[in-house]
């Protein structure tokens, strides 16, 4: 059974920073690409940030320079160190674990940045 358990997230100050954190399990993590997502309300779910088996990242225009994707395969967890945060980057920040045609989500973790 594939579980991604995501935490980290709540309610922050503009300008101020969180570390999410999503543990996987019952899923080869080394070999996945992992991935973090976010869907702020009546919007569509939009890729933040993703990292690959080899620790290959990419990320959203509107995150560059303030967030950051790692991952810890002896852990099975990967991480996004959000700073500068700013009050659009308010939604719900979804785990996603993808291998091929395979994947996984999070239940996700709700960001709320306001003063």
């Known amino acids: 059974q594939v579980q991604l358990v995501e935490s980290g997230g709540g309610l922050v100050q503009p300008g101020g920073s969180l570390r999410l954190s999503c543990a996987a399990s019952?899923?080869?993590?080394?070999?996945?690409?992992m991935g973090w997502y976010r869907q702020a309300p009546v919007k569509q779910r939009e890729l933040v940030a993703a990292?690959?088996?080899?620790?290959?990242?990419n990320y959203a225009d509107s995150v560059k320079g303030r967030f950051t994707i790692s991952r810890d395969n002896a852990k099975n967890t990967v991480y996004l160190q959000m700073n500068s945060l700013k009050p659009e980057d308010t939604a719900v920040y979804y785990c996603?674990?993808?291998?091929?045609?395979?994947?996984?989500w999070g239940q996700g973790t709700q960001v709320t940045v306001s003063s």
């Open positions: 019952g899923i080869f993590f080394s070999v996945y690409v």
């Open positions: 996603n674990a993808h291998l091929g045609l395979k994947g996984y």
């Open positions: 990292i690959t088996s080899s620790g290959n990242t």
